[in-house]
């Protein structure tokens, strides 16, 4: 009982350690840093993109719930101008990235992070993770995984925060 209670507390502890850490991404805060190589070789720096709102999503290609979304945002994206969708692709390689974005006809912003660095300061566990920006930096929300329910939350927050920007 004594070794139970010793380690709830642990528990408990760590726990509010991860609950209170300043570095974590929080809805209402300022995004972290992302700075990544685009397909084509060229550099991609989020800060490039204020003034818009701006979708990330990182995802891989062997994963269907990851396909799903991006087929949808990829058809929110053509739809809607003022949108800037970038895809970060956690892939050792940018050979099956490309084959699986031109198959797919997709034509947002396609970043790849081979050493998966990212992950940390956006704190992805799951993929897909998307996170919606708005057009100063803040994060507006954060979407894990991806059905139904997700897409539905996904299209009336864009909505929503395309036309408080007009």
């Known amino acids: 009982m004594k070794k139970t209670l010793i380690f709830l507390s642990l528990c408990l502890l760590l726990g509010s350690f991860a609950v209170c850490d300043p570095s974590s991404i929080k809805i209402g805060s300022q995004v972290p840093e992302l700075k990544l190589p685009t397909l084509s070789g060229s550099s991609y720096d989020l800060s490039s ?3 818009k709102p701006v979708i990330i999503t990182f995802y891989s290609t062997w994963s269907h719930s990851c396909l799903e979304q991006l087929e949808f945002l990829n058809s929110l994206s053509s739809s809607n101008k003022d949108l800037k969708v970038v895809a970060v692709a956690l892939e050792k390689n940018s050979s099956p990235v490309k084959s699986f974005l031109d198959k797919n006809g997709f034509s947002f912003t ?6 998966m660095r990212s992950l940390d300061p956006f704190q ?6 998307a996170f919606l920006i708005d ?12 059905d139904e329910t997700v897409k539905n939350s996904m299209a009336s927050d864009i909505k929503s925060l395309l036309s408080s920007k007009k």
């Open 49 to 51: 993109d204020r003034g």
């Open 124 to 129: 992805v566990l799951i993929i897909p993770t």
């Open 110 to 115: 396609s970043l790849i992070d081979k050493k």
């Open 135 to 146: 057009d100063t930096g803040i994060l507006r929300n954060i979407y894990v995984d991806f």
